[in-house]
């Protein structure tokens, strides 16, 4: 076993430590949880602190449990909102519940001999909770003046919106799930961002109340962007970890694209990568920032981990496909899906396979047969690739009557490009 309180300590993880925790993981294996919202198919960016938790909880010697909240994420968690989320489904529910346990299964060892992760569902201990049972054995023991006294209680009520007592009950239901884990699992120590700090200590003094046990908590510091934007958002919305809502593209540049001061605290809460080499790192990055060391390893560690090696190097040819890296055939070696990745937002001209084989020469394919969108006139297209400047599919054109006989990529598409930054796609229907 190594210090796991240590280790989150280095890297910045640790936000709230209850007294007597990091004596109770120093003195023996012990069974901790963290709580995961099923209310998508997919985790996202913002789950990854806690899924790295688990990881070095596991990798520190400990046994770490992933519960999903079954029947949780039907109520629906207060803290941080401003609003009531709209109650999902069973159906619903159960379709998130095995993609997220596939996803987890990418970054925690299941097959473990010593300390093995488990997936829990809470909703298998509430189905058969009756709702009289469940405040006569639980809700007598915590007062509604413990309950009140929480900030995201606080918070909602002073707002405009109010409480209804579905979400006010959210911290018992939390509570319960860290008690049962307690005497069925011999789980003593519950982790979680700092916001679940109320959530997690209702559950502790539930235990001490309900058994006279003790049980112990850590939270871990909510993650912030150097220039306050909301981390783990981008334009359209989440960076999840499904490839079909993030493409391994898009989830590549998003790392790559971070600052160098986000960079240094990223590549700490996010990767594996030992303080000697991040240290080593940093030092390399520090005497050549321009080469952006701190966010290639970040982006590449990431990547690997939440998806795959071949994933990771698809990326980054794509990537150099933008910065004139690359060829023809790393161009047409391109999945449709990455291809779409790569050049989302850029001009699209879309023209028949008729349009396409009745222009004859490059410049009436690049003005009047995709409607001037990408020259609005022959001359000007003409006067461009005499210069040099226009390529398809990056093979430069040579003259202004060159013939239009170029590979579709996917069998439907040409890239053109103008200058060094301008691309268009054509679109062949």
């Not at 006569?136 to 009520?157: A, E, Q």
């Not at 559950?203 to 001490?208: D, F, V």
């Not at 150099?320 to 690359?326: E, T």
């Amino acid at each position: 076993m190594t210090n796991f309180i240590e280790e989150l300590k280095w890297r910045g993880m640790v936000h709230d430590i209850m007294p007597g925790t990091e004596e109770q993981l120093n003195k023996e294996m012990t069974s901790g949880y963290i709580g995961f919202d099923p209310t998508a198919d997919s985790l996202h960016i913002g789950h990854l602190v806690q899924i790295m938790t688990l990881v070095h909880f596991q990798n520190s010697g400990h046994k770490p449990f992933a519960l999903i909240g079954g029947a949780t994420g039907m109520v629906g968690d207060p803290s941080g909102k401003s609003q009531e989320r709209n109650l999902l489904s069973q159906e619903t529910l159960e379709h998130n519940l095995e993609s997220i346990k596939h996803q987890l299964s990418k970054f925690l060892d299941f097959n473990s001999d010593t300390n093995s992760a488990e997936l829990v569902n809470n909703y298998d201990w509430f189905k058969e909770f009756s709702f009289l049972d469940f405040i006569r054995d639980v809700g007598k023991h915590i007062t509604v003046n413990y309950m009140m006294s929480k900030d995201s209680v606080k918070k909602r009520l002073e707002g405009e919106n109010g409480m209804s007592f579905t979400e006010f009950s959210y911290q018992l239901v939390q509570g319960y799930d860290f008690y049962w884990l307690y005497k069925n699992k011999n789980c003593k120590l519950q982790l979680g961002g700092s916001d679940q700090w109320g959530n997690i200590v209702t559950g502790t003094e539930l235990i001490r109340r309900k058994d006279s046990g003790e049980a112990f908590a850590v939270t871990t510091p909510l993650i912030k962007k150097a220039d306050g934007t909301k981390f783990g958002k981008t334009e359209g919305g989440n960076v999840w970890l499904d490839p079909d809502r993030t493409s391994p593209y898009e989830f590549y540049q998003y790392w790559l694209n971070a600052s160098d001061v986000d960079a240094a605290n990223y590549i700490r809460i996010f990767t594996l990568l030992s303080k000697e080499e991040i240290e080593t790192l940093e030092k390399e990055h520090a005497e050549a920032p321009h080469l952006r060391r701190l966010q290639e390893a970040l982006a590449k560690d990431i990547t690997i981990r939440v998806h795959s090696e071949k994933e990771y190097e698809s990326a980054v040819k794509a990537s150099q496909i933008l910065f004139g890296k690359s060829t023809t055939e790393d161009l047409v070696n391109l999945d449709e899906k990455t291809f779409l990745s790569v050049f989302k937002g850029v001009p699209q001209a879309n023209i028949s396979k008729a349009d396409l084989d009745n222009s004859g020469d490059v410049t009436t394919l690049l003005s009047e047969s995709t409607g001037g969108i990408i020259f609005k006139s022959k001359g000007e297209a003409r006067k461009m690739i005499q210069g040099g400047g226009v390529s398809i599919n990056k093979t430069k054109i040579a003259t202004p009557n060159d013939a239009v006989d170029f590979e579709l990529l996917q069998g439907k598409y040409l890239l053109a490009q103008k200058g060094k930054k301008n691309y268009y796609i054509i679109h062949i229907n």
